[in-house]
């Protein structure tokens, strides 16, 4: 049946493209992949790039730390 189909690739779907963290909150660790590898983000190097913004002035809007790559980005903030 549709309904037990559906069921079978939510159930997929979940277990190989989903993280839930403990607060309950879900992540897609393929979207944020796919995401940082088309620059589809808006990270400061990107941002930055198109103002023109010299590539040391490009810094880390949350932790002001560092230029905001995408290294940077998923050393800090992906917890996969």
């Given at each position: 049946?549709?309904?037990?189909?559906l069921?079978?690739?939510?159930?997929?779907y979940?277990?190989?493209?989903?993280?839930t963290?403990?607060?309950?909150?879900?992540?897609c660790?393929?979207?944020i992949?796919?995401?940082?590898?088309?620059?589809?983000?808006q990270?400061?190097?990107?941002?930055?790039?198109?103002?023109?913004?010299?590539?040391?002035?490009?810094?880390?809007?949350?932790?002001?730390?560092g230029?905001?790559?995408?290294e940077?980005?998923?050393?800090?903030?992906?917890?996969?």
């Amino acid at each position: 049946s549709p309904t037990t189909s559906l069921g079978r690739k939510m159930a997929h779907y979940k277990a190989h493209y989903l993280h839930t963290l403990e607060d309950g909150f879900i992540i897609c660790p393929l979207e944020i992949h796919m995401r940082l590898e088309t620059s589809s983000h808006q990270l400061e190097i990107e941002v930055g790039r198109s103002a023109h913004m010299p590539l040391e002035e490009r810094i880390c809007q949350m932790s002001h730390q560092g230029i905001e790559t995408k290294e940077h980005y998923v050393k800090h903030y992906c917890f996969l």
